[in-house]
């Protein structure tokens, strides 16, 4: 099944695969998050080729004995796709040699229709007016205090809209990591299990933490999910070969 959700597609990817699970034939499904963004931003534009990363993550998901209710919400919003989206190559406008050509944009930056395209403070601020009650409406449904929520495991835009994030839902910006894009850039709804492994990796092998997950972007599409993690078998990272090491 190939679901194409952007930046809350690792959480949407969930949702998925617990729904799968809830078929008898099925006891075990592999989720699979890649995003190549380098591939689709212009290196002329300065808005956003700074911050783009390329990564892919596997987890795996299956039937356990641990009876603790998983919570999840998704809202979409398409009136607002503008604020973050790649003009070209679909079918309202398929790519061809004219959707290819860089255009100036007006602020020195080039990028042709087939190039991601981000309004940032359009995006800045939705993150900080959508997903705050997005996460209060998830927490008051599972009659979880906020200050319960040993982890809040966020997408990763941009270190300053999550510690911003973060201050408007009062969370300690220890609790709220945003330290993916500074060392792997923003590899769009990966940054969730970057931000996973990379903080809490070791420690997930042998103890368990109530988070939040929440990915949000590119729709526009927020979703948000509450669930005891921990106990597992592997939870680590695996650094790609560069092509002379191959």
């Keep these: 099944m190939d679901i194409t959700q952007g930046c809350a597609g690792f959480v949407v ?95 020195g930056n080039f990028r042709a229709k087939d ?45 300053f809209m999550l510690q911003k994030l973060a201050d408007k839902m009062k969370v300690p910006h220890a609790k709220m990591p945003s330290n993916v894009v500074e060392k792997f ?3 769009s709804g990966v940054t969730i299990p970057t931000a996973i492994t990379l903080n809490l990796g070791e420690r997930l092998q042998s103890e368990s933490f109530q988070v939040c997950l929440a990915g949000f972007g590119v729709g526009l599409t927020w979703a948000s999910m509450l669930m005891k993690m921990g106990s597992m078998r592997f939870c680590g990272m695996v650094d790609y070969p560069e092509q002379g090491d191959r």
């Design 115 to 159: 190039n991601l395209r981000m309004d940032g403070t359009a995006v800045f601020n939705f993150v900080q007016v959508e997903v705050p009650p997005m996460i209060d409406e998830l927490l008051a449904f599972a009659a979880v205090p906020i200050d319960q929520v040993d982890w809040f495991l966020f997408h990763q835009p941009n270190k």
């Design 13 to 107: 990817g969930l949702i998925q695969a617990f729904l799968m699970l809830e078929q008898e034939s099925v006891s075990r499904v592999a989720l699979v998050n890649v995003d190549i963004l380098s591939r689709k931003v212009s290196t002329k534009d300065r808005n956003s080729y700074p911050l783009i990363g390329d990564a892919a993550s596997i987890t795996i998901v299956e039937r356990g004995t641990d009876p603790s209710p998983i919570y999840a919400n998704l809202k979409m919003d398409g009136t607002r796709r503008e604020a973050l989206m790649i003009p070209a190559g679909g079918f309202r406008l398929p790519s061809s040699p004219e959707t290819a050509v860089p255009e100036d944009v007006g602020d």
């Design 185 to 187: 850039g923003n590899a």
